[in-house]
């Protein structure tokens, strides 16, 4: 897999670490939920870099009490089509307030790159072969009716500023 | 009507080339079609059995001159030189080739027009009634809000991937003419104690597998408040409703699922924390929309216009009159309603010639605007009572003054087994069949106001569980049998019909709906309407007469 930053392939410093996995203190780890929910406080109270991985039906409101112990959270699409993730991207961004790195994980397709910046995705692992067209793609659509957290500025406002 | 700015226009525009850029690596082999799926469907592309059927969408149902004539473009040019307008204000181009897609959106783009989200699963077509701006009943024009609604919903990035369709209806009147009731959400203008407008906000209708009504979650919402609102009912339903089966995942599963009660906790937990400035409509902005929406200039007029009165007289056009010219708000005008539904014609079809037809008389008698109803008409809002008889023989020299606004041969009905791949049954032949036996004119007006609505499957696009009678398209062992339902009411007294037995074969249906309308006609009392009689005498009468013999 590769990972795209800012319409660039960057190394990924993150670790996915699967629930049978040992953790070790050095990586950069990608929990999931479960193994959150079942960790001792050594986990919770450590200042290690922590990353959680969430899948389509598993809320943020889950982790929103815990959300300062995560510097990225990642969001799963099983399938392009389930859109879940696009409203718990704009939860954590709008309602809860998180900034750490927002990252799509599973089919992530270009065609809703856009979509997913809108709602507060900053990075995107995408397979191998794609990578490269993925980095490459720039939104192709300029005006937003939608003020969403992500500094685009709506038409309204730009209407406004206009008038 | 509303005129796109800059932004608007840039939007559609950039959209077109996107989507050709989507077509190329389509073609090229770039893109598989499961990947491409989606992407086309966003923009109205179904691949149907024969072809790529294009929908393009009518928003709120008003178009212009101007609009009318690039439609008939696209069906000469691109088409088999006809349309097909639907039951939720869309009309639809059922032989398109893959490769001229993007040449026909960009033809819709350059008058202010797209096929965005006029399928998958995403909010689609907002629409109103059809009568918005003219009807005496209304509050407030609806298309005002349907407008802030499309806009709003156009690309909206959280709820472009929803667990299935979603259709937003809007009035601004107490009469309903939109189905709202069986919408997903349907938004209705009324006021409060105070005398403020504001809106009610019912959700969770549907027809479908599994038809129900609406139920009214918040009685009174501040103008305001409505994209929070609606924001808030859509990450509910994003969140929560059913990805895992097709058949439940419509919002009305849900809210039947968690109860009214619960669902409503839910938005109304979520609208309070999305109210804030970024969703709020301040009055400016809802101004600059109504400017839009501003009524026509209209001539000073008396209320009734003598010659009109004398051109009654003849007894033809007497007759389209009655059923067809319905009351303006505006002294000395009237609204024509402009019937597909000739006999042995395909309901809802129209010809390119038509098309442009009606282009030239919206502009010189309708003040340059024609409306399309759910009831797949076309309506021309703005004529004067005075250029009725003149507007009546060009109608009729062009086809368009079949008689039947209203009455039994005005039958909606859903493509079916002829062009959708998903029918079971035929169901423009069926509409054809009953047209033909209730051909005779004074025999329709004795039946008087009915409404028969044919799906060709379970989907409803026809809209038969509010038929008054509903034919539903069903298939036993490989044949097509017809399921008749009674009592079914798409209005603001919605109700949800009745099946009256056993299935009839094709052949069977059209003795079936004569022998239903004899029960009625032997039944109603004095100036009864159908579905007065059938509420007041019940499905048994009708069951006798169908199956009594049996
Ligand atoms: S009701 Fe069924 S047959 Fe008719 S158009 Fe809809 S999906 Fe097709």
Same mark, same amino acid.
Request: glycine share 8%; with cysteine.
């Given at each position: 897999m590769a990972l795209i930053r800012e319409g660039a392939i960057v190394p990924d410093t993150w670790q996915n670490i699967a629930d049978d996995q040992e953790l070790d203190c050095t990586q950069r780890a990608i929990i999931t939920l479960a193994r959150w929910q079942s960790a001792g406080d050594d986990l919770r109270t450590t200042n290690r870099a922590l990353g959680i991985r969430l899948r389509g039906d598993q809320h943020p409101a889950a982790?929103?009490?815990?959300?300062?112990?995560?510097?990225?959270?990642?969001?799963?699409?099983?399938?392009?089509?389930?859109?879940?993730?696009?409203?718990?991207?704009?939860?954590?961004r709008e309602r809860y307030g998180f900034t750490g790195e927002l990252r799509a994980v599973g089919e992530v397709l270009r065609d809703q790159l856009l979509f997913m910046l809108r709602c507060g995705f900053d990075s995107f692992e995408v397979a191998d072969s794609s990578a490269a067209t993925f980095a490459a793609t720039t939104p192709k659509i300029s005006v937003f009716y939608q003020a969403t957290g992500d500094g685009r500025v709506p038409v309204r406002a730009l209407r406004n500023t206009r008038a | 009507m509303y005129r796109y700015d800059a932004f608007d226009q840039t939007l559609v525009d950039e959209r077109v080339e996107q989507f050709r850029d989507q077509v190329a690596r389509r073609l090229s082999g770039a893109l598989s079609e499961d990947q491409f799926r989606p992407l086309r469907l966003l923009n109205g592309l179904y691949l149907q059995l024969h072809a790529y059927m294009l929908r393009v969408a009518i928003?709120?149902?008003?178009?212009?001159?101007?609009?009318?004539?690039?439609?008939?473009?696209?069906?000469?040019?691109?088409?088999?030189?006809?349309?097909?307008?639907?039951?939720?204000?869309?009309?639809?181009?059922?032989?398109?080739?893959?490769?001229?897609?993007?040449?026909?959106?960009?033809?819709?783009?350059?008058?202010?027009?797209?096929?965005?989200?006029?399928?998958?699963?995403?909010?689609?077509?907002?629409?109103?009634?059809?009568?918005?701006?003219?009807?005496?009943?209304?509050?407030?024009?609806?298309?005002?809000?349907?407008?802030?609604?499309?806009?709003?919903?156009?690309?909206?990035?959280?709820?472009?991937f929803l667990p299935r369709k979603f259709k937003i209806a809007v009035t601004g009147a107490a009469r309903d003419r939109?189905?709202?009731?069986?919408?997903?959400?349907?938004?209705?203008?009324?006021?409060?104690?105070?005398?403020?407008? @504001?809106?009610?906000?019912?959700?969770?209708?549907?027809?479908? &597998?599994?038809?129900?009504i609406g139920h009214v979650i918040r009685p009174f919402l501040p103008k305001a408040d409505l994209l929070a609102y609606l924001e808030a009912i859509l990450r509910v339903y994003n969140e929560f409703g059913r990805r895992d089966n097709l058949y439940k995942a419509r919002i009305k599963i849900l809210v039947q699922t968690l109860g009214p009660a619960?669902?409503?906790?839910?938005?109304?937990?979520?609208?309070?924390?999305?109210?804030?400035?970024?969703?709020?409509?301040?009055?400016?902005?809802?101004?600059?929309?109504?400017?839009?929406?501003?009524?026509?200039?209209?001539?000073?007029?008396?209320?009734?216009?003598?010659?009109?009165?004398?051109?009654?007289?003849?007894?033809?056009?007497? &007759?389209?009159?009655?059923?067809?010219?319905?009351?303006?708000?505006?002294?000395?005008?009237?609204?024509?309603?402009?019937?597909?539904?000739?006999e042995g014609g395909v309901p809802g079809d129209a010809t390119a010639a038509q098309l442009e037809a009606l282009a030239d008389l919206a502009e010189r008698w309708s003040l340059d605007e024609v409306r399309v109803s759910h009831e797949q008409n076309l309506v021309l809002p703005h004529v004067r009572q005075d250029d009725v008889p003149a507007l009546w023989r060009e109608l009729r020299a062009h086809g368009l003054a079949t008689p039947n606004a209203g009455?039994?041969?005005?039958?909606?009905?859903?493509?079916?087994?002829?062009?959708?791949?998903?029918a079971n049954a035929r169901s423009i032949p069926i509409a054809q069949q009953i047209q033909r036996r209730f051909a005779n004119r004074e025999r329709q007006e004795e039946?008087?106001?009915?409404?028969?609505?044919?799906?060709?499957?379970?989907?409803?696009?026809?809209?038969?569980?509010?038929?008054?009678?509903?034919?539903?398209?069903?298939?036993?062992?490989?044949?097509?049998?017809?399921?008749?339902?009674?009592?079914?009411?798409?209005?603001?007294?919605?109700?949800? @019909?009745?099946?009256?037995?056993?299935?009839?074969?094709a052949a069977e249906v059209v003795d079936a709906i004569d022998t239903i309308i004899d029960t009625y006609l032997g039944a109603r009392r004095h100036g009864e309407a159908f579905i007065d009689t059938y509420r007041r005498v019940g499905m048994v009468p009708f069951k006798e007469a169908l199956y009594g013999a049996h």
């Open positions: 982790i929103v009490a815990d959300l300062g112990r995560f510097d990225l959270v990642a969001l799963e699409f099983a399938k392009f089509t389930d859109g879940r993730a696009f409203s718990h991207a704009r939860t954590l | 928003p709120y149902g008003t178009l212009s001159s101007r609009q009318l004539r690039t439609l008939a473009h696209i069906a000469r040019t691109f088409d088999r030189g006809y349309g097909h307008f639907t039951t939720r204000q869309n009309i639809q181009f059922n032989w398109v080739r893959l490769d001229q897609a993007a040449d026909i959106l960009a033809a819709l783009a350059s008058v202010e027009m797209h096929a965005i989200q006029t399928s998958g699963n995403t909010i689609r077509n907002v629409t109103a009634d059809h009568l918005a701006g003219v009807a005496a009943d209304e509050i407030e024009d609806p298309r005002i809000y349907a407008e802030i609604i499309r806009q709003w919903s156009t690309l909206h990035p959280e709820f472009s939109t189905a709202l009731k069986v919408h997903d959400i349907g938004i209705q203008v009324v006021r409060d104690a105070a005398g403020e407008a @504001g809106f009610s906000v019912l959700v969770g209708g549907g027809q479908g &597998r599994t038809p129900m619960a669902f409503t906790a839910m938005v109304e937990e979520q609208w309070q924390a999305l109210r804030g400035p970024a969703l709020a409509l301040p009055d400016e902005e809802l101004a600059r929309i109504a400017a839009h929406f501003a009524p026509p200039t209209y001539a000073r007029l008396p209320a009734a216009s003598a010659a009109l009165a004398a051109a009654r007289a003849e007894p033809v056009f007497e &007759r389209w009159c009655r059923h067809n010219l319905l009351p303006h708000k505006q002294p000395g005008y009237a609204i024509a309603t402009i019937s597909l539904k000739p009455l039994i041969t005005d039958i909606i009905a859903c493509p079916g087994l002829d062009y959708c791949n998903l039946i008087g106001a009915i409404k028969i609505k044919i799906s060709g499957c379970i989907n409803a696009c026809g809209h038969h569980h509010v038929g008054h009678i509903g034919i539903l398209g069903v298939d036993k062992k490989g044949a097509e049998f017809y399921q008749i339902t009674l009592g079914g009411d798409g209005s603001e007294r919605a109700a949800l @019909g009745e099946i009256t037995g056993r299935a009839f074969a």
